[in-house]
């Protein structure tokens, strides 16, 4: 089965899709500093209904993704000359205004360079596939560190990665290749921005443009990949492709990792937002090996115009949702699900909630522009999600009662990518991204 056919989900119909009656709409609420720009707040929150009955996630999958998967990722860092954990940042006047017990954000706008979580994961998979490639080659076992040795350097030189993105993943593909010397060709579809591409094609890689959606570009590379012989590193799973995505969404276990040592006492809630839901899965799983039974709810944020999981959920099996309009929040414009993140997701997911466009841009002018002495944060368009399903929840009292969620609560979001397009972000946020990043500089300066 190709990248980008259905393997393993069902096609829904525009009516199939038809949403059923919301469980709950989102309103602004009154009193509280947090209403919406306009009065078009109709979102969705979904209790998991499938958690009870959905099948253990296999037992390699949850391994991959506990403490000893951080450990085989952690291995490769020192392969980043700039390696350094991303900030956790407390939002304690936001919290004690909302009313819970406190709001942390990791901002992974800082992450490598490369301004998004994703650097973890598709230039850790480059990294481990060009070491199993040597060790078959070479007839022994490597170390991480040997990709750099002399002998590395031909076999890396003969291997070419391929992937369609919407710019985050394809940038972390790109920059994995260029440190271990290999070629990358990144396949970009028509609605990825030009400073998206650039900023891809700076770290060596070759772009194929492909007219169409994201689905068109998954295709085409997979097509070519194979004419190629090349090797497709896909942050999402097929019937039949499960080991590089898995390896891909390994990388974000170091995200989740630094989180929770940061935190002296663990989150109880995650509201993580999600595109294939790569990143939702890889976290929860960690949390919930990690934590145990003192793991955090786990809540899935995604765009209404894009919500492949929640409608997977309301389904009891993972579907592809038809084409909808594009929301603002490219990186999370997913028609279907990641096969191995559902079924991580489909037993430990606590509920899904979806989100209008305003509350994705509402939120990333939030941390713009903080409360007191609440530092400021660079959230890009899908960065904000997480912190904008929260807020979604927190106001609606049936989802807010489903979760729990009071005084104790504390709350743990990501900011999933900085300003990785900087223009838009200026016009969506009024100021730029410096300007931004000027006023965190300026409280954290004495
Ligand atoms: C900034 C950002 N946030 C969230 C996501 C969602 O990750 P996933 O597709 O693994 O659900 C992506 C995916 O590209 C992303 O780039």
């Known amino acids: ?49 499938v958690r009870a009955i959905a099948r253990a996630p296999r037992p390699h999958l949850l391994a991959a993704l506990g403490a000893e998967g951080r450990r085989r990722v952690e291995a490769f860092l020192p392969a980043w000359r700039d390696y ?22 990791k901002d992974e ?34 170390m991480p560190a040997d990709i750099f040795s002399q002998e590395m350097r031909p076999i890396a030189a003969a291997m070419t990665v391929a ?37 891809i094609a700076a770290l060596g890689a070759e772009i194929v443009r492909v007219p169409g959606d994201y689905d068109d570009s998954v295709a085409a590379a997979a097509a070519k990949a194979a004419r190629e012989g090349w090797v497709v590193v896909s942050d999402a799973s097929w019937d ?74 309301r389904a009891g099996r993972p579907v592809v949702i038809p084409h909808n309009e594009p929301t603002i929040m490219a990186m999370l414009d997913c028609r279907a699900p990641s096969l191995i993140a559902w079924e991580i997701l489909a037993s430990i997911a606590d509920g899904f909630v979806t989100l209008s466009e305003d509350q994705a841009t509402d939120s990333m002018k939030r941390l713009a522009s903080p409360l007191a002495m609440d530092p400021a944060v660079v959230a890009g368009e899908s960065g904000g999600a997480g912190l904008a399903g929260f807020l979604a929840c927190l106001c609606e009292p049936e989802a807010r009662a489903a979760l729990g969620l009071d005084r104790h609560s504390r709350i743990l979001v990501f900011n999933t990518e900085g300003a990785t397009d900087p223009a838009l972000y200026s016009w969506i946020v009024g100021r730029s991204p410096g ?12």
């Open 240 to 313: 039949d492709y499960e080991d590089v995505p898995l390896t891909v969404i390994q990388g974000y276990t170091v995200m989740a990792g630094e989180a929770l040592d940061a935190l002296a006492v663990p989150p109880t809630h995650l509201f993580l937002q999600a595109g294939v839901g790569g990143m939702a899965a890889a976290v929860a799983a960690y949390a919930a090996q990690i934590l145990g039974p003192a793991a955090p709810k786990v809540i899935v944020v995604e765009p209404e115009r894009a919500a492949c999981l929640l409608a997977s959920a």
């Open 1 to 49: 089965m190709k990248y980008g056919e259905t393997a393993g989900r069902d096609v829904q119909t525009p009516r199939d899709h038809e949403p059923t009656k919301p469980i709950c709409k989102v309103r602004a609420h009154s009193g509280r500093p947090f209403t919406a720009s306009d009065s078009s707040w109709c979102q969705m929150f979904l209790a998991n209904p």
């Open 84 to 105: 350094r954990p991303t900030p956790l940042l407390a939002l304690p006047t936001l919290a004690a205004t909302l009313g819970v017990g406190a709001i942390h954000i």
């Open 163 to 199: 992937c369609a993105t919407d710019g985050n993943h394809g940038r972390s593909v790109a920059a994995g290749a260029r440190l271990v010397g290999c070629r990358a060709v990144i396949f970009l579809h028509a609605g990825v921005s030009q400073f998206r591409a650039a900023a």
């Open 109 to 142: 706008g800082q992450r490598l360079g490369l301004q998004s979580f994703k650097a973890l994961g598709g230039a850790y998979a480059v990294m481990s596939l060009l070491l199993d490639e040597g060790a078959r080659r070479l007839g022994r076992d490597l």
């Open 435 to 446: 300007e931004v990043a000027g006023r965190l500089a300026d409280i954290i300066a004495p």
